[in-house]
Structure formats: C-alpha cells, structure tokens
C-alpha cells in the first residue's frame, strides 16, 4: 500500500509538473517558484503518510523529491521544496525532526551539486545516472537514520534499507526520468511552436504568392500574398479545390478534371516558370507567373506553387512599346529629313527666281505665290515631325497661355461645325510657362479637331485655364511629374468619348479609328510630342457616351527661363557682297539655286559636290572667302570635319554650316564639343529662303578677324 501511494505521489507530481511548464516556459521565474510549491506541496503530503519506524522516526520520499526538484527545476525550484519541507518537519516534532530536517538539507545539497555539475558538462542526465544519484542520495538518508537510532532492530535494519537504497534510488532514477522525459518534450514542442511561427512569419512575408495543395488540387494552405492576388481569404479557400483560380479557358480542355489539369500541366512544368492567366475570386483575369514545386509526404505528394503578379510588368512592357514606337518614328523622320528638305530647297530656290521673273505677270505671280506657301508648310511639316523625335524644346520662348489661346480662337472656330458651341474659361493671372508657340497652337488645333470628330451631332467644346500647385510627384502616362507649380490647360467635348483600350493606344504614332484616308495617327503623338519636350504632362479621362476631356500640365517658367526670343523683323533691302563663296552640297540642284541666289547678290560663287572636291579647289589656290557646306556629306569626310580641316589649314576662311536638323538639335548631339557646338549655333537651316541666306552669309562674312582656334568659333550670336 504505501509503495502504491507513493507511486500516486511522483505520478501526480510529474502530471502537474507537465501542467505548470504548458502554462509558462521553462527558465520563467514563475514557472521555477510554482514548481517549487508543487515539489513541497507533494513532499509535505509524503511526511503526512509516512512509514513510523518509532514514535518521531519518519520515513518518507523526501530525499527523492528533493533532490530531483534542485537537480531538474535548479536553485529557485530546489529552494522553495525544501523550505517548505523542513518547515512541515519541524512542525511534526518527533525525536527525528532536527535529523530530518538535515536529511532535507543533504537531499537540497546533493541536487544542486548535480544541477550545477550537469550545467558544466561534467554529467549528463539519463537513467542510469539517476540510479546511481539515487542510490547515493538514500544511502546517506540511512547513514543520518542511524545516528538517531543508535539500537536498531534487524527487521526495521531490513525495511528501511530496502526502502532507502533500493526502492527510493529506483523511485529517484523514475521521477528523474519522467521530469527529463517532460522538459525535453516540452522544449521540443516550444522548438517546433517557434519554428512553426518563424516559418508562418516567413510564409506571410514573401512578396509571391504561395498556394499549397495536394495531390487531388485541394488547397491547403495560401499566404497573405496570395490572398491579396486573388482577392480571396484563405479560410475561404482552403478545403477547395484549385480550379477556382483557374479561367474556364484553362480548364475546358479537362473538362474540369483537376487531377487531369495536374498530370498534363502542373507535372511536367515543375521547377519551370511558366506564364499563365489567374482567375481572381471576383472573376477578374490577370497575368501571371507560376512556379511549381513537389514535395513528398506521408500519404501522398504536395506542390507548392509560386505565383507572381505580371500586371505592372505588362504595362511596364506596353509603356516601353510605346515609346519604342514613338522612337522609331523619330528615327523615320530624322532619316528622311535630309533628303526631303534637300528637295524642298531646290523648289523653294526656283519658285523664288520664278518669282522674281514673273512679277509683270499677275496670273504667273500668283501661282508661284500659292507654290511657296505649300512649300513652307511642307517645311513646317517636316519641322514638326523632327520636333517630335526629340527631348527638347524647338523654338520655346516666354509665352502667355492665354494669349495664345486668345490668338487661335476665330481660327478653331472656323475648323468646328455649326452645330457645336466653343466657351472658353481663361483664368486671369495665370503663370508665364517657356514652350514653342506654335507648337501649341498644332496641340490645340489638333484636339480641337479630335473633338469635332466625336461630336457628328453637334456638342460642346470647352477650352480652361489654371493655375496648379503639386504637392508631391505624379506619374501619369510614363512621365514622372515632380511637385511644383504647372498651367493647366484643359479641353472637354460632350462627344462619343473613348474607350478604354482607345484612350490607351491614343498617343501611339499611326494609331487612328478614323476611317482610311481621313485621318494619319500622329496629331495626338504630335501633341504628346510637344508636351514631353515642354517637361509637362498630359492625361486623357473620358468615358463613353458621356465625352473626353484632355488636361495638358505645363510647368510655369522660372526667372532664369524668362526670356523672349522671337525673330526680329525681316529686312526689306537683303545685304549684298562680292567675296567669294564655295558652297558645298550633295544635291547640284541646292548648289545651283545657292549660286544664283547668291551670285544675284553680287558673290563670286564656287561649287563642290563633297569634301574631298572642296579640298582640291582649295589646294589649287583658289581664293575663298566662305566656306558653305552642308552638314551631310558623302563619304567618310562630313560637314564639320570639313569645317575643322579647312580652319586648320586656312584659318581665314570663315565658316557657315546648312542641315535639314535645327540649331538645338544639332547643340544638343555637339554639346560636348566646343569647336563644333559654335558652329551648330550658327547653322542655317534647310530649307532656307533667299533673305535668310543672304543674312547668314553676309553674318558669317561679317565677323571679325580671322576663325584662328575655338575662340572664334566658340562665340554665340547675340
């Protein structure tokens, strides 16, 4: 009975000892002080059922408890146990109680030497170790037994002896294991609970998408990615089979057999990426890509599958296309641009001699007039184009918004039908913004004419003005908008509006849903053209059925843009000279026309049709004044190479280059070279009228002293 009750007593002890280190972990101060109250509290109700050898001589499994509580709970566990039991010994009375008290206090000493001595790898804890801890622990219990009762009776010898060194020793290495037993599951249980949370921390964390599921298509498990992705939570999901994420497109083909679906496609894409459409859980479709993994557990197989959102990667792509577009177009049109303005040259020059032959001749004057506005338009024209292609401003000066706005008014209201009403909002004091002129006359006829054409039936157009302050940045239509102060320019029409792959396609060169013939693609490119080149912005909202409005943002001009560059007035009388000029062109018909022109203005006139001719009239001894070339030239030997050989070898011979591209392109490609910059400064552009010739001839001819090295040249026009 009593190795029955105590027995109870350890099996209790370690059920609550279990108990108290689930409720705080072990190392806890509280857990140690009510660990320390458990190992008293069962220690107290031993010495209340103990073995009576003689009235005061108890014989209980103190020194069990005890000396397990200090060598597995430590000093604070060990401690508090033996307090508690020393403390109920001395209130037993007895003549045992002062050795009894002792025997607690070995028992307290011999576990803390065995904690500490575990503590500093000189033990290791297992059963054989708490045997022999056991054995040696009661055989000193015995020996103090002794020394109370000096005369002991050879049956009570017996009992207690196989009580001390046998039973208590086996109870010691039982309790000691069942502790150890405790604590080591205890601690692998908190070590799996922390990695399970790590894991789950980590799981939450990853910017992808990861789903599990089983071998049948069931979700396990998703993390917070791919709830955001899908718009789904995964208690929504779990328990469900995967082809909820799947389009029905993705599906027919298995008739919406998912195990089909993992077999033919999940199967053999593994450790692959492929890029597939996802279906979120409000129907929506959105691109994405997938990595399958496989992962073999009890039972059957999982896979894991990765999944990345390519949505802002698709419209990063769609951005670049369109930009690559306009960039083609660039290069298209700076290509011909050479060429085509040569062509208009030629005719500029001869209907300009024609003019001068037929001014008797109303009838043939006024055909010829009517020859030479078609030329310079088609020169404004290519002028246009080129400006497209490029960062930076053409012709930008200080301009008042509404000023212009005011200034194009009777002529959009001539471009509309009757039926459509023009009103426009002006805000007074509005900002002064640097941008070319007439650059933004094209952009407002154009949008003007946009607008005309949605609105067959008639409508409203509506032109404002205001000033805006942004706070922070903007990103709209790939341009970055930093904070600052910017005109707002906005036009609404209550036309047929757009729709959204429309309005996304709208700025793309040769992109039109005109019909054939009536419309080319590129007015509102021209106009995204022009606001890039001005560092503004411009926005498209509209909605079908309901109309369009167009927001241009123009950042307003500094102090240190405020400046105005327009032309000063033409001179009637064009100056004359009678130098020599050696002109230089691939196209006879630009050197002909340069050779009457000029030699009508009393210039002796020399004429090359490339470099190397040039050189040889020059090395001949021909005496030359002005050397005019042109900037493209055939062979290895262009424009200003040209240029920089003859400074070098004759350095009184000035200097004045001609290019279809205009000044601030060819400032912007020749930024990094001072000789060659001076000369794009002062470059004449092609086409060229016979005044503007005769002007920047008679200005390169003009300028003092001899082109000797960069300092000549590195002078700008005022």
């Excluded at 430590?74 to 009375?93: D, E, K, Q, S, T």
């Excluded at 039908?417 to 933004?440: F, K, M, Q, R, Y």
């Excluded at 959204?500 to 490119?525: D, H, I, M, N, Q």
Aim: hydrophobic share 45%.
């Amino acid at each position: 009975m009593d190795l029955l009750r105590g027995a109870a007593f350890l099996l209790a002890l370690s059920l609550i000892q279990s108990f108290v280190i689930r409720l705080w972990p072990i190392g806890h101060r509280l857990s140690q002080v009510v660990s320390g109250l458990v190992f008293g509290g069962v220690s107290i109700a031993g010495m209340m059922t103990p073995i009576e050898l003689q009235p005061g001589v108890l014989v209980d499994a103190r020194p069990v408890i005890i000396s397990m509580a200090a060598a597995t709970g430590g000093p604070l566990v060990g401690i508090i146990a033996a307090l508690m039991a020393g403390a109920f010994r001395l209130w037993l009375g007895g003549i045992g109680m002062y050795m009894g008290t002792w025997t607690v206090a070995l028992s307290l000493g011999l576990g803390l030497g065995l904690y500490y001595a575990r503590r500093r790898g000189l033990v290791t804890y297992g059963p054989l170790q708490f045997l022999l801890f056991g054995f040696i622990a009661n055989a000193l219990s015995l020996l103090c037994l002794f020394l109370v009762m000096p005369v002991i009776k050879p049956h009570d010898f017996i009992i207690y002896g196989v009580y001390h060194v046998g039973i208590y020793a086996a109870a010691t290495a039982l309790l000691g294991t069942m502790l150890q037993d405790i604590w080591k599951r205890y601690e692998t249980e908190r070590a799996l609970q922390e990695s399970e949370a790590r894991y789950r921390t980590a799981y939450d964390s990853m910017p992808v998408g990861i789903i599990e599921t089983d071998d049948g298509g069931t979700i396990l498990s998703m993390n917070r990615a791919a709830e955001d992705l899908y718009r789904c939570r995964a208690e929504d999901a779990v328990g469900r089979s995967m082809g909820m994420f799947l389009p029905d497109e993705v599906k027919a083909p298995f008739n919406g057999d998912i195990g089909a679906f993992i077999a033919n496609v999940v199967e053999p894409s593994l450790e692959q990426s492929v890029e597939v459409e996802g279906r979120r859980a409000d129907g929506s479709h959105f691109p994405i890509q997938v990595n399958n993994g496989v992962m073999r557990v009890a039972g059957g197989r999982r896979y894991i599958t990765l999944v990345t959102d390519l949505s802002n990667l698709r419209s990063l792509e769609k951005k670049l296309l369109r930009f690559q577009k306009m960039e083609a177009v660039g290069q298209l049109t700076g290509g011909i641009a050479h060429d085509f303005n040569n062509i208009l040259g030629i005719v500029l020059g001869n209907l300009e001699i024609l003019e001068d032959l037929t001014k008797d001749d109303p009838v043939s004057a006024k055909r010829v007039s009517a020859a030479l506005a078609g030329v310079r338009r088609g020169s404004e024209i290519t002028r246009k184009l080129l400006n497209f292609s490029r960062q930076v401003p053409s012709e930008a000066r200080l301009i008042d918004v509404n000023d212009v706005l005011r200034g194009m008014y009777p002529l959009v209201s001539r471009s509309l039908t009757a039926s459509i009403e023009l009103e426009a909002h002006l805000a007074d004091g509005l900002w002064p913004v640097v941008a070319d002129p007439g650059d933004l006359q094209d952009a407002m006829l154009n949008l003007a004419l946009n607008a005309r054409d949605a609105m067959p039936d008639g409508g409203k157009l509506i032109v404002e003005t205001a000033n805006m302050v942004l706070e922070g940045g903007l990103s709209s239509q790939g341009t970055d908008l930093p904070g600052g102060d910017y005109v707002c320019i906005e036009m609404s029409d209550t036309g047929s509006g757009m729709s959204e792959e429309v309005r996304a396609a709208a700025f793309e060169p040769f992109f039109s849903t005109k019909e054939e013939g009536r419309g080319s693609g590129l007015g509102l490119s021209m106009v995204y053209g022009f606001v890039r080149r001005s560092r503004g912005r411009i926005d498209i909202y509209s909605e079908m059925g309901k109309g369009t409005t167009v927001c241009i943002c123009l950042p307003r001009a500094s102090e240190g843009e405020a400046h105005d560059s327009q032309p000063s007035a033409r001179a009637v009388t064009l100056p004359r000279g009678s130098e020599t000029v050696l002109v230089v062109d691939d196209e006879s018909g630009l050197t002909d026309i340069a050779a009457v022109n000029l030699g009508a203005l009393g210039y002796t006139v020399l004429q090359a049709g490339d470099a190397r001719e040039a050189l040889k009239l020059l090395e001949e001894g021909r005496s030359v004044d002005l050397l005019f070339t042109d900037v493209i030239l055939p062979g290895a030997i262009d424009g200003y190479k040209l240029a920089a050989d003859v400074r070098r070898r004759w350095p009184e011979v000035k200097i004045l280059v001609t290019s279809g591209f205009s000044k601030r392109r060819e400032e912007a490609v020749h930024s990094g070279r001072a000789e060659t910059l001076a000369l794009a400064r002062r470059l004449l552009r092609k086409p060229y009228t016979r005044a503007e010739l005769a002007a920047a001839v008679r200005h390169a001819l003009d300028r003092d002293g001899p082109q000797t090295g960069g300092e000549a040249l590195s002078e700008v026009d005022a």
